[in-house]
């Protein structure tokens, strides 16, 4: 569900053997990140300028405007951000670091920001320059604060590294006071105290002199390389640890598809020896432990779970494949076909692309992917009597959008940032849930690109009509080219929506948030990437169904880690455990148990945000049955209140379905309407093709 402001502020990569025949026979290039078609310019009038933060170079080509480091080049870039294990926080001339602390309760946990460490330079002659982002990549940025501190914010680094670039004297200051300060005889290691009970290491590439008082620390002239780091903990190897991995540093770091289903991190690295990361609980998952070491005993704490040492000059993250396929995995019971039959019909005669009074493109896109479900569905049970009618009416919603007819509302490119937005967008922040500023784009496109991929199916002559116009829409979100690089002839940036160290999207684009960038509904996350697959199955392009269905597996990875809370999960605090079976919304540094349209009590929401659209992959995302009857049973209540919606229902009976179906289809029976985006053929059809 999109981020709203009312009250609003507002992988498989199957291998070859598991890739449809046709893909495998029709293969086409999709290894460029461009388009041969752009949609008509728009010119916004609510998007931020990025020129104050970005360097001159990287203005050249599509910037990033869902990503870990947003608060940085939004407004005057002072909010914090989380990068792994350290909340940071730049303002002006200087970086404030916080190993931060957690507040947990039933509602809600989060990381309370606390200023252990600000960095700055020694009477500086510029205190009022913003910082700079001379470079970023999938993993990493750097940030420089003029006019000589360089700052390599690698995600998950135990250690803050700085390359200082010309002499000067450094000062560092602290919101404690500081009751202890030991160097070692060579000056290249000082351990600082502080009265919270934290213990700070600095090393430096060469000796440095530092003085201190209560508050704060002075350097001579130095230049060269400094690593900052925290010790996580009073066990006396905790600290030999750092020592020995001290002076590896990485300057930057990318994610790789590798092979047929991995991922490749791999880190550019200066200095000598081993490099030293921090894993989190869902890399610990996936991680080729037979190709790093894992120091186990060496951990951080975070609102992620705890981060485990890695060693290793890269990682490889391997998932099993997933089927990314058009219909039910198992199957319909060919006795529930003239059940389904009868609904299907009267579904279809329901479509009439004339009569959508909706100019929204996401409750638009939401009714465009229900009719493309209803040609599927015919297609599974062998009725195709109803595909004309569900051409037609896929013709009418889908090509307005794609030529521009559209009325009230439609798709433009804007330069600035480099991306679609809407008509509606484009002067109107609030619009379309924020697609303007770059808000929701993978749940809105998603649906489109749904509707595509099975009208391309079913009618491959207007499949190759509109191919450009729908590869450039899907490009939007799943351009693969090389971020925080000069390229003119990018059109949009790399994998707009999906973080790459999470391994899950943001919904949030170019809109400052204290606790950075959130998504509440992670079941349109995994829409969004499986109906990219899908399309890349109807236009037999091999590439674009393994990048979808590798980012499909991985974004339900991540849905069944961060959002899915089980009983016995020691992922969060017990007492937000306890009380919630699914994440609300979830931010990078707090999990909330509302939802930005429903309070916490509305159980049945939360749940049915996180399933809806239901479709095939639906049964994968949930594939822990035994999760499943926990969350059914925790909303289950939550249905007798009074005003609790029909088509929130239909989400949780759905679930039921999945273990108990007679009891589901009889409730399911008793519905008197569905979400916007189901229907009661799309529901029987998810009952009869269970077990």
């Known amino acids: 569900m999109p981020i709203f402001w009312a009250f609003i502020a507002l992988f498989t990569l199957g291998y070859n053997s598991h890739i449809p025949s046709v893909v495998q026979s029709r293969t086409t290039a999709y290894r460029s990140p461009t388009s041969a078609f752009t949609y008509p310019a728009g010119i916004s009038t609510v998007l931020p300028n990025p020129s104050s933060f970005f360097s001159p170079n990287l203005l050249k080509s599509p910037l ?63 205190p009022n320059r913003t910082h700079v982002i001379s470079s970023f990549n999938d993993l990493s940025i750097t940030l420089d604060i003029q006019p000589n501190l360089r700052f390599f914010l690698v995600r998950g680094s135990p250690f803050i590294t700085c390359e200082i670039l010309k002499s000067i004297k450094l000062y560092i200051s602290t919101n404690h006071t500081i ?105 610990f998952k996936l991680i080729d432990k037979s190709l790093v070491k894992v120091l186990n005993e060496f951990k951080y704490q975070s609102i992620d779970g705890e981060l485990v040492g890695i060693v290793g000059e890269s990682w490889v993250l391997k998932t099993d494949p997933i089927p990314v396929t058009w219909y039910s995995i198992k199957g319909v019971e060919k006795q529930s076909y003239p059940q389904i039959i009868k609904a299907l019909v009267q579904d279809v005669n329901g479509l009439n692309a004339s009569n959508i009074s909706t100019t929204s493109s996401y409750f638009f896109g939401k009714l465009v992917a229900r009719g493309a479900r209803m040609a599927l569905i015919a297609e599974e049970i062998g009725y195709p009597n109803v595909i004309p009618k569900i051409k037609t009416f896929l013709k009418g919603t889908i090509e307005p959008w794609l030529d521009g007819t559209f009325k009230g509302n439609g798709f433009l490119y804007e330069k600035t940032w480099g991306g679609l937005i809407t008509k509606q967008g484009s002067n109107d922040s609030t619009a379309d849930f924020g697609f303007g500023i770059y808000n929701d784009h993978h749940f809105h496109i998603g649906y489109f690109l749904y509707g595509i991929a099975v009208l391309a199916k079913i009618d491959p002559i207007w499949g190759n009509k509109y191919r450009p116009q729908a590869y450039a829409l899907m490009t939007d979100f799943m351009t693969l080219g090389r971020v925080g690089k000069s390229n003119s002839n990018l059109e949009y940036t790399r994998v707009r929506m999906f973080d790459f160290w999470k391994l899950h999207s943001w919904a949030a684009g170019l809109f400052e948030f204290t606790d950075g960038r959130n998504q509440e509904s992670s079941s349109e996350a995994v829409n969004a990437y499986y109906s ?29 880690t961060w959002w899915h809370v089980k009983e016995d999960s020691k992922l969060y605090a017990s007492s937000y455990t306890r009380e919630n079976r ?62 609790a919606a029909e088509g929130w229902k239909g989400m949780t009976y759905a679930l039921e379905g999945l273990y108990e179906q007679e009891i589901a289809l009889k409730k399911i029976r008793t519905l008197t309407g569905h979400d916007d985006g189901n229907s009661l053929s799309n529901m029987l059809w998810w009952i009869f093709s269970r077990e």
């Open 64 to 126: 990033p405007t869902s990503t870990f480091f947003q608060n940085y080049v939004i407004n005057n870039g002072s909010q914090q951000e989380y990068i792994h294990p350290y909340l940071i926080k730049s303002n002006l001339s200087s970086l404030s670091i916080s190993y931060p602390s957690i507040f947990s309760n039933s509602n809600i946990t989060y990381q309370i920001f606390n200023a252990d460490l600000t960095i700055s330079v020694f009477n500086n002659p510029n």
């Open 532 to 560: 990219a697959a899908l399309m890349g199955l109807a236009y037999g392009d091999t590439h674009l169904y393994k990048v979808g269905s590798l980012l499909t597996s991985m974004e339900i990875h991540g849905a069944q």
């Open 582 to 643: 699914v994440t609300g919304v979830l931010w990078a540094n707090k999990r909330d148990s509302a939802l930005w349209w429903a309070p916490r009590e509305f159980k049945e929401c939360r749940l049915g945000i996180n399933v809806l659209p239901l479709s095939p992959i639906t049964e994968v995302l949930f594939s822990d049955v035994e999760y499943v009857k926990q969350l059914v049973k925790w909303t289950l209540p939550a249905l007798a209140r009074e005003g």
């Open 179 to 283: 009751h202890g300060f030991v160097p070692n005889s060579s000056k290249t290691k000082y351990k600082i105290n502080l009265d919270n009970g934290q213990t700070w290491i600095l090393y430096s590439s060469s000796p440095i002199k530092l003085t201190h008082n209560k508050s704060s620390i002075l350097s001579d002239e130095f230049d060269g390389i400094i690593r900052i780091a925290v010790l996580a903990s009073s066990d006396s190897g905790f600290e030999s640890v750092l020592d020995t991995y001290s002076s590896r540093y990485p300057v930057s770091g990318r994610a790789l598809f590798k092979e047929q289903h991995n991922v490749e991190y791999k880190w550019v690295k200066k200095g000598s020896g081993d490099l030293l990361m921090l894993a989190n609980a869902l890399h």
